[in-house]
């Protein structure tokens, strides 16, 4: 199968290349049907923030899926989301995410809780491989993406892959108005 490229990024299989992956991700990849639309770039880490890699790589800024983590309590248990919006939108937080978590406040969990429950590297956070109690949000928006750029679960990468496979990701839910 080829494998989409964008901009000057040409992907190989993302499973051929475990070492640009974070170990949860690869895990992900070896039990998902549709692993071999995945593929994956080495990029230098200190451009691995959105609108740096764009412009770096010569990317349409709305070719990226960003993935954050929100979470929230009601009666004393943690919920805790994986909201994939396109680059060029926020997810809603404050209103979308915190009533989908049923919780009355919603927040981006801390750096630290981020980093060490998803077992990811900061800003390399992709909803592939997360904890499986977790919800993925996926922006409906996202799904059309032709050629989506996304973490990797490291800096020093990114996977690409078709926009309409997040919707396809294990547990993921596709949510009209995530964002804006």
């Known amino acids: 199968m080829t494998l989409p490229g964008l901009g000057s990024l040409t ?3 993302a499973l051929e290349r475990p070492d640009l992956l974070a170990a949860p991700v690869v895990t992900a990849l070896e039990g998902w049907s549709a692993a071999d639309r995945v593929g994956v770039v080495e990029i230098d880490p200190a451009l691995a923030d959105t609108a740096a890699c764009a412009e770096a790589y ?3 800024l709305d070719s990226g899926a960003n993935c954050v983590l929100v979470g929230g309590r ?3 248990d943690e919920r805790v989301a994986a909201c994939v919006v396109r680059a060029d939108t926020r997810a809603d937080v404050n209103n979308v995410v915190r009533r989908l978590l049923d919780v009355r406040k919603a927040s981006f969990l ?3 809780q981020a980093v060490t429950e998803s077992s990811m ?7 592939l491989g997360l ?3 977790w919800r993925v949000l996926v922006d409906e928006a ?5 050629v989506a750029v996304i973490g990797s679960g490291v800096r020093h990468s990114k996977i690409l892959l078709p926009g309409s496979l997040l919707a396809e990701l294990p547990g993921s839910e596709v949510v ?3 964002a804006r």
């Open 11 to 13: 992907p190989v299989p």
């Open 58 to 60: 010569d990317l349409p």
């Open 74 to 76: 009601r009666g004393g």
């Open 110 to 112: 801390a750096m630290d």
């Open 121 to 127: 590297e900061y800003g390399g956070i992709t909803p």
């Open 131 to 133: 904890p499986p109690q």
């Open 142 to 146: 996202a799904t059309g993406i032709d």
């Open 176 to 178: 009209p108005g995530l």
